[in-house]
């Protein structure tokens, strides 16, 4: 594609970290772990970080120090990537999705909560809920959580898109209203280390059994042994954990990465205004946003009003994706996934998810899309599915 829908930036500060840990002691498990986690639980404002080798990984330690297993339900959107789903599946549980609100796409607090009234009638309530901040934009993260406390379930935010958002005011990740937060730091997200995740709350057990799930269950902490230690060799594996480590060579990306933040964040900022402008006179619902949120803006979701196309929504893609235009759709409805089809769930249960998989396309967005890319984008859009014409030719100029 000649633009991507989604790109990293690698600056030389980047690559001369990088370098630096080349040359260094530690490839892995050295200095430069701890730094990147401790930057961005300062950042959030959160106790503890966990750094591991993907926001998969992440969810996964998440759900088991939650106790997730089987015999378990977890709950999603079920508008997101199937990775938020499928960590309560590698530990055991059941799945089931909520249907999505249909102005911030994120899970309905409404469908929740009527779920919630179902689920309790039926004995059968959730044991953790992920809500999933879609494009960036924060779940109405109060309102799901005085619903937990009602119904006695845990959170577990999946903000893979949304580092760098805030939700009234504070950073996403602090963790006021989950248990634990999840960020992805695959180069299509906000910041990147190749690939990596990272979990963060700010309960000491939850942050001490994901540290150890992270490294095969193995602890060096004599309070958490059975017996005192053998040696100065000793440790012991006391539960069974996994292989989900961060690099240094990771991490130090990651640090360089974080220091640009903001700076990213508001570039999506000024990009999604510039859409928004570009789009208002073209038959397409523009990304709305709630009043407690600052969007991280990973995605420009735009959802194209059938009615007034003559196209179809295929081939808007086709045509799209013909110029070089990296359209994509986030996300296919995940109970539509043969995997999680074969466990029986009914379309008919998520309107507002099935509308959005109709009408939606993620237009390009990255700090890096320039200018002229971004009009490029609108005009051959506007070329399909406009009234007139947004860019003249030169010649209909004069
Ligand atoms: C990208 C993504 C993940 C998985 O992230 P990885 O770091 O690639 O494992 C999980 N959930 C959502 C919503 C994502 O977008």
Not at 97 to 125: P, Q, W
Not at 150 to 156: A, D, K, L, N, T
Not at 227 to 232: A, F, I, K, T
Request: hydrophobic share 40%; proline share 5%.
């Amino acid at each position: 594609m000649n633009i991507p829908y989604g790109r990293q930036e690698i600056t030389p500060a980047d690559i001369d970290a990088v370098v630096e840990v080349l040359h260094s002691d530690f490839l892995t498990q050295g200095p430069m772990v701890p730094r990147f986690e401790q930057s961005v639980a300062l950042y959030c404002g959160t106790k503890y970080a966990i750094a591991v080798n993907s926001a998969t990984s992440a969810l996964h330690i998440a759900c088991l120090a939650l106790d997730v297993g089987p015999g378990d339900l977890v709950w999603t959107s079920s508008i997101t990537f199937v990775a938020s789903a499928n960590c309560a599946r590698y530990c055991g549980a059941d799945v089931d999705f909520v249907d999505i609100d249909s102005r911030t796409y994120n899970m309905s607090v409404a469908s929740l909560t009527e779920k919630l009234v179902r689920a309790a009638a039926a004995g059968r309530l959730p044991k953790v809920v992920i809500p999933v901040h879609l494009c960036g934009q924060p779940c109405e993260m109060e309102a799901i959580h005085s619903l937990s406390q009602r119904y006695g379930f845990h959170i577990i935010e999946d903000a893979s898109h949304a580092i760098g958002g805030r939700y009234q005011g504070e950073p996403i990740g602090n963790g006021r209203y989950s248990d634990i937060t999840v960020f992805s730091f695959h180069p299509v997200k906000i910041i990147t280390t190749g690939e990596g995740g990272m979990a963060l709350t700010n309960d000491p057990e939850l942050a001490k059994r994901m540290a150890c799930l992270r490294s095969h269950g193995i602890t060096r902490d004599t309070a958490e042994m059975t017996q005192p230690p053998d040696g100065p060799w000793y440790y012991q594996q006391v539960e069974l954990g996994f292989n989900y480590r961060m690099t240094d060579l990771q991490a130090a990306l990651g640090l360089s990465q974080r220091q640009r933040l903001d700076e990213y964040v508001a570039k999506r900022h000024v990009i999604a205004a510039r859409y928004d402008e570009l789009l208002k006179d073209l038959p397409v619902t523009t990304p709305w946003q709630h009043a407690d949120s600052y969007s991280g803006f990973h995605l420009y979701v735009i959802r194209l009003q059938l009615n007034d196309i003559k196209i179809s929504h295929q081939e808007v893609f086709e045509c799209l994706r013909a110029a070089g235009i990296g359209v994509n759709l986030h996300y296919i409805p995940v109970y539509r996934q043969p995997y999680y089809a074969r466990l029986g769930f009914n379309q008919a249960d998520f309107t507002q998810a099935e509308n959005y998989y109709a009408e939606a396309i993620s237009l390009p967005m990255y700090p890096g899309l320039r200018e002229e890319q971004q009009s490029e984008v609108v005009q051959r859009l506007s070329a399909l599915i406009g009234h007139q014409t947004l860019f003249p030719k030169r010649e209909t100029l004069t």
